[in-house]
């Protein structure tokens, strides 16, 4: 990523227009075909949102997820899915998109979306996604920028006012304070039976189990803040405004056109049609705001919030003067306040910290602490009080917070009880916590504060979803949030109700009551990593012990379906959430069976016929097909894309063309798995884990769908004869042969029979290979299944080293 438009060698898209035009779905699947991306989006719910749909397409281990409070970060993440303030401008990526641009006009955030539409972008290509309003100053500040108007997938149309009796179902409907959601809330829930309520200030724990409990109808209404406005993909038909105006932080005012139909275009997802209108306790909206609503025609952006991003750390004077500067450019206009800018001007007059920041380490740090998120929106001088003794402490002495400060501030709001207020007030609370305890360097045991302060969020997060539902929705109307003790009501022998089922699947958790909701055993899943799953030879996957699912025949070895072990005793909510967090392992565990190979971003339309060709060889092949499949498309190649694939693990070997990890045990392993599940076969006995078998023990399944070749009366393990066909290229190689073979215990006839296939005898000299035919002898030949086995991807080379030492390793 470049620190300039000037010095970018990337091409720079711009697709603008209303919502429901799919803009952000396009620049998800544009990035997938690059290698690497980042993609920033203006809340961190949408972020998770984005997260999890990424990863059920590529699995978690090559996605990140960053925002201020939230991180999850794989060894080697290709794709970066952040908040826009958290994305990682110091990260070279070859895609980037900032989604919704036009709040570089947002008079408090705006500075950070301008700095990104000016400096931001990917090596190869980036992508600016917003309002068509925006369309005048990207042209003007990225002349060579390509803009595209975004059409809109359906109509959005006027209904009115409505009474909250008379809302049709799936309506969301939106007002702007907590008190008010609350309060119509809980007159929906007297009138309909339940509701589900989104604010921006829930944390994602909680407002994703809301959502869902909405997406799975178990009730048919929301209540919402403006925090559905900014690309969260919901099921709704209709959009009531319950006011028209808000606080915006510095006063109470009418929304814009544009921002009601930002809201209002939430209504009518892909094809189908929404509708949008007010509660009958408001006046008529006027006609011209109707019309520019429905035509999505608004005016033109005319200038930018902008800061100075030159900062001058010799001093906090100077920080401020350059903090202060004015615009050169006539589009922009200067930002006019911002909590971290009136947190150091609070703080330059300390002093204390007037005596120690004094040179650029300190200046620089200073106001690294003034731009912690002030979440709980209180008294500002009881949060500068807080960055006061912050700053001090890790100014003086190692430079690392005190553990025993830490736990004062932390300890009290490890405490679920109370209502959904006072539970607000504690999330807001431990989100500055969060956020700190992700500035690794400022604390000693790092690592012991994100889980402190991650599991207190989760625990709050989950009594808060408890408390909204408990208020919200009529008991009768949702069974998931009850309690299932196993100590206290034990099912009885031989039930088979849901409820006893799910009572014995839920079972206690260390460290409570001995209770469980159904909504935190699915939040535990939903957060575990990769590792906290156990996935049988048979596809069955289980958590903590419990089954939880298996995988079953998809349309071929790399799409394995899903089906829950237990669909019956999930609410429709917890089992849309269970299935995407499961889809995107079962995206992993095919990953590993190809090695890591990441055929799907080498399937994009930039790539030449050659690459995409055998990308999708490949990865049909999960990582390894034969050379003569692959040799004409390989030696097509230019040296530039023959050199990426090698990087990315690709090896020319002797008879296959292979990812060198696709040989690995463990990718040996998954192939096993996917391979009978596709064939709905039991694997051979001994697969992968013997290195040669005899053609009878295949049963007359393919040989190269398990990852083996078959060389006579024998089927070798692909690694094995690799290292056997590299060392028989050598002068004196055929000794070295010789000895591996030996290794395997093989017959002399047979070693004999397994070398002339290669191409060497057993005095060294090399022989002209024969081709002949024989009924069952090649791989890929046995059987209605062969054709499984014809593409096949193995990974790193090296993979197979030391495999033929004794009976060779034993694949896992």
Same mark, same amino acid.
């Given at each position: 990523?470049?620190?300039?438009?000037?010095?970018?060698?990337?091409?720079?898209?711009?697709?603008?227009?209303?919502?429901?035009?799919?803009?952000?779905?396009?620049?998800?699947?544009?990035?997938?075909?690059?290698?690497?991306?980042?993609?920033?989006?203006?809340?961190?719910?949408?972020?998770?949102?984005?997260?999890?749909?990424?990863?059920?397409?590529?699995?978690?281990?090559?996605?990140?997820?960053?925002?201020?409070?939230?991180?999850?970060?794989?060894?080697?993440?290709?794709?970066?899915?952040?908040?826009?303030?958290?994305?990682?401008?110091?990260?070279?990526?070859?895609?980037?998109?900032?989604?919704?641009?036009?709040?570089?006009?947002?008079?408090?955030?705006?500075?950070?979306?301008?700095?990104?539409?000016?400096?931001?972008?990917?090596?190869?290509?980036?992508?600016?996604?917003?309002?068509?309003?925006?369309?005048?100053?990207?042209?003007?500040?990225?002349?060579?920028?390509?803009?595209?108007?975004?059409?809109?997938?359906?109509?959005?149309?006027?209904?009115?006012?409505?009474?909250?009796?008379?809302?049709?179902?799936?309506?969301?409907?939106?007002?702007?304070?907590?008190?008010?959601?609350?309060?119509?809330?809980?007159?929906?829930?007297?009138?309909?039976?339940?509701?589900?309520?989104?604010?921006?200030?829930?944390?994602?724990?909680?407002?994703?189990?809301?959502?869902?409990?909405?997406?799975?109808?178990?009730?048919?209404?929301?209540?919402?803040?403006?925090?559905?406005?900014?690309?969260?993909?919901?099921?709704?038909?209709?959009?009531?405004?319950?006011?028209?105006?808000?606080?915006?932080?510095?006063?109470?005012?009418?929304?814009?056109?544009?921002?009601?139909?930002?809201?209002?275009?939430?209504?009518?997802?892909?094809?189908?049609?929404?509708?949008?209108?007010?509660?009958?306790?408001?006046?008529?909206?006027?006609?011209?705001?109707?019309?520019?609503?429905?035509?999505?025609?608004?005016?033109?952006?005319?200038?930018?919030?902008?800061?100075?991003?030159?900062?001058?750390?010799?001093?906090?004077?100077?920080?401020?003067?350059?903090?202060?500067?004015?615009?050169?450019?006539?589009?922009?206009?200067?930002?006019?306040?911002?909590?971290?800018?009136?947190?150091?001007?609070?703080?330059?007059?300390?002093?204390?910290?007037?005596?120690?920041?004094?040179?650029?380490?300190?200046?620089?740090?200073?106001?690294?602490?003034?731009?912690?998120?002030?979440?709980?929106?209180?008294?500002?001088?009881?949060?500068?009080?807080?960055?006061?003794?912050?700053?001090?402490?890790?100014?003086?002495?190692?430079?690392?917070?005190?553990?025993?400060?830490?736990?004062?501030?932390?300890?009290?709001?490890?405490?679920?009880?109370?209502?959904?207020?006072?539970?607000?007030?504690?999330?807001?609370?431990?989100?500055?916590?969060?956020?700190?305890?992700?500035?690794?360097?400022?604390?000693?045991?790092?690592?012991?504060?994100?889980?402190?302060?991650?599991?207190?969020?989760?625990?709050?997060?989950?009594?808060?979803?408890?408390?909204?539902?408990?208020?919200?929705?009529?008991?009768?109307?949702?069974?998931?949030?009850?309690?299932?003790?196993?100590?206290?009501?034990?099912?009885?022998?031989?039930?088979?109700?849901?409820?006893?089922?799910?009572?014995?699947?839920?079972?206690?958790?260390?460290?409570?009551?001995?209770?469980?909701?159904?909504?935190?055993?699915?939040?535990?899943?939903?957060?575990?990593?990769?590792?906290?799953?156990?996935?049988?030879?048979?596809?069955?996957?289980?958590?903590?012990?419990?089954?939880?699912?298996?995988?079953?025949?998809?349309?071929?070895?790399?799409?394995?379906? $899903? /089906?829950?072990? !237990?669909?019956?005793?999930? +609410?429709? &909510?917890?089992?849309? =959430? @269970?299935?995407?967090? *499961?889809?995107?392992?079962?995206?992993?565990?095919?990953?590993?069976?190809?090695?890591?190979?990441?055929?799907?971003? $080498? /399937?994009?339309? !930039?790539?030449?016929?050659? +690459?995409? &060709?055998?990308?999708? =060889? @490949?990865?049909?092949? *999960?990582?390894?097909?034969?050379?003569?499949?692959?040799?004409?498309?390989?030696?097509?190649?230019?040296?530039?894309?023959?050199?990426?694939?090698?990087?990315?693990?690709?090896?020319? &070997?002797?008879?296959?063309?292979?990812?060198?990890?696709?040989?690995?045990?463990?990718?040996?392993?998954?192939?096993?798995?996917?391979?009978?599940?596709?064939?709905?076969?039991?694997?051979?006995?001994?697969?992968?884990?013997?290195?040669?078998?005899?053609?009878?023990?295949?049963?007359?399944?393919?040989?190269?769908?398990?990852?083996?070749?078959?060389?006579?009366?024998?089927?070798?393990?692909?690694?094995?004869?690799?290292?056997?066909?590299?060392?028989?290229?050598?002068?004196?190689?055929?000794?070295?042969?010789?000895?591996?073979?030996?290794?395997?215990?093989?017959?002399?006839?047979?070693?004999?029979?397994?070398?002339?296939?290669?191409?060497?005898?057993?005095?060294?000299?090399?022989?002209?290979?024969?081709?002949?035919?024989?009924?069952?002898?090649?791989?890929?030949?046995?059987?209605?299944?062969?054709?499984?086995?014809?593409?096949?991807?193995?990974?790193?080379?090296?993979?197979?080293?030391?495999?033929?030492?004794?009976?060779?390793?034993?694949?896992?």
């Amino acid at each position: 990523m470049n620190s300039s438009p000037s010095s970018r060698p990337s091409v720079v898209v711009a697709e603008l227009g209303p919502t429901n035009t799919g803009k952000t779905h396009r620049a998800i699947e544009r990035m997938l075909e690059h290698d690497t991306g980042i993609i920033g989006l203006p809340l961190r719910l949408l972020a998770r949102e984005v997260y999890d749909r990424v990863t059920a397409r590529v699995g978690e281990g090559r996605v990140a997820l960053m925002t201020g409070e939230e991180k999850r970060l794989p060894p080697r993440p290709d794709y970066w899915i952040c908040t826009v303030e958290a994305m990682p401008l110091d990260r070279p990526v070859d895609f980037l998109a900032v989604d919704e641009i036009q709040l570089a006009a947002h008079r408090e955030r705006g500075h950070v979306f301008t700095d990104r539409l000016l400096h931001a972008r990917g090596l190869r290509e980036t992508w600016f996604l917003g309002a068509d309003t925006m369309r005048p100053m990207v042209q003007a500040l990225i002349p060579h920028a390509s803009v595209k108007r975004a059409t809109r997938l359906s109509q959005l149309r006027f209904s009115g006012r409505h009474s909250l009796k008379s809302l049709p179902p799936r309506s969301a409907v939106v007002a702007f304070s907590a008190d008010r959601v609350y309060e119509l809330a809980e007159a929906l829930r007297r009138l309909r039976g339940g509701v589900a309520v989104v604010l921006g200030a829930l944390s994602p724990r909680t407002r994703n189990a809301q959502v869902a409990m909405y997406q799975a109808g178990e009730v048919q209404y929301l209540v919402a803040t403006d925090a559905i406005g900014m690309g969260l993909n919901l099921d709704l038909n209709h959009v009531a405004f319950a006011a028209l105006s808000k606080y915006d932080g510095a006063e109470q005012r009418d929304l814009f056109p544009d921002e009601l139909a930002q809201i209002a275009g939430r209504a009518g997802r892909h094809l189908n049609d929404g509708s949008f209108g007010t509660l009958n306790t408001l006046p008529e909206l006027p006609p011209r705001v109707v019309s520019a609503i429905e035509s999505h025609r608004f005016p033109a952006v005319r200038s930018l919030i902008w800061r100075n991003s030159s900062l001058d750390f010799s001093s906090p004077e100077s920080l401020l003067d350059s903090l202060s500067r004015a615009p050169r450019h006539g589009a922009f206009i200067r930002v006019e306040r911002a909590d971290d800018f009136d947190a150091l001007k609070e703080l330059s007059h300390v002093p204390a910290i007037r005596e120690v920041a004094t040179d650029r380490a300190t200046v620089e740090l200073l106001w690294q602490v003034c731009q912690i998120p002030d979440f709980r929106k209180g008294l500002f001088g009881q949060h500068v009080a807080l960055l006061r003794e912050t700053f001090l402490q890790l100014s003086e002495g190692d430079g690392k917070l005190e553990q025993a400060w830490l736990s004062r501030q932390v300890s009290p709001l490890d405490d679920v009880s109370g209502d959904i207020h006072t539970l607000m007030d504690r999330l807001a609370a431990i989100r500055i916590w969060t956020y700190i305890s992700h500035r690794s360097s400022w604390l000693h045991d790092a690592e012991h504060w994100q889980e402190r302060t991650r599991r207190i969020e989760d625990a709050l997060g989950d009594a808060l979803h408890e408390r909204l539902v408990e208020r919200f929705v009529q008991r009768a109307a949702r069974r998931s949030a009850r309690r299932f003790v196993r100590a206290a009501a034990p099912a009885a022998p031989g039930s088979d109700s849901p409820f006893a089922k799910l009572g014995l699947l839920l079972g206690e958790v260390p460290g409570t009551d001995g209770a469980v909701t159904e909504e935190q055993f699915v939040q535990r899943v939903v957060d575990a990593t990769h590792e906290d799953f156990q996935v049988d030879a048979s596809g069955s996957i289980s958590f903590e012990e419990q089954p939880l699912a298996r995988l079953v025949r998809g349309k071929d070895r790399r799409s394995p379906q $899903l /089906a829950l072990t !237990e669909p019956e005793v999930w +609410t429709g &909510g917890a089992r849309r =959430r @269970l299935e995407r967090r *499961l889809v995107a392992l079962a995206r992993d565990l095919v990953t590993e069976a190809m090695g890591g190979f990441p055929a799907e971003s $080498l /399937a994009g339309g !930039e790539r030449s016929a050659e +690459t995409r &060709g055998l990308a999708y =060889r @490949l990865a049909e092949g *999960l990582g390894v097909i034969s050379l003569g499949e692959a040799r004409e498309q390989w030696r097509l190649l230019d040296e530039e894309s023959r050199e990426r694939l090698k990087t990315l693990g690709v090896r020319e &070997g002797q008879r296959f063309l292979y990812v060198a990890e696709a040989l690995s045990p463990n990718a040996l392993a998954r192939r096993r798995m996917l391979t009978a599940l596709f064939l709905q076969s039991p694997a051979p006995k001994g697969v992968p884990r013997e290195p040669a078998l005899s053609v009878a023990e295949l049963g007359g399944l393919s040989a190269r769908a398990f990852g083996y070749e078959v060389l006579g009366s024998v089927a070798l393990r692909i690694d094995v004869v690799e290292r056997l066909s590299e060392a028989l290229r050598h002068p004196h190689g055929a000794r070295q042969a010789h000895t591996l073979l030996q290794e395997l215990r093989l017959e002399s006839g047979v070693r004999a029979r397994v070398l002339r296939e290669l191409g060497g005898q057993s005095g060294g000299a090399p022989v002209k290979r024969r081709r002949r035919r024989r009924g069952g002898g090649r791989s890929g030949a046995h059987g209605p299944s062969a054709h499984v086995g014809a593409h096949q991807k193995p990974r790193r080379s090296g993979a197979g080293e030391g495999s033929v030492q004794g009976a060779g390793p034993k694949p896992e």
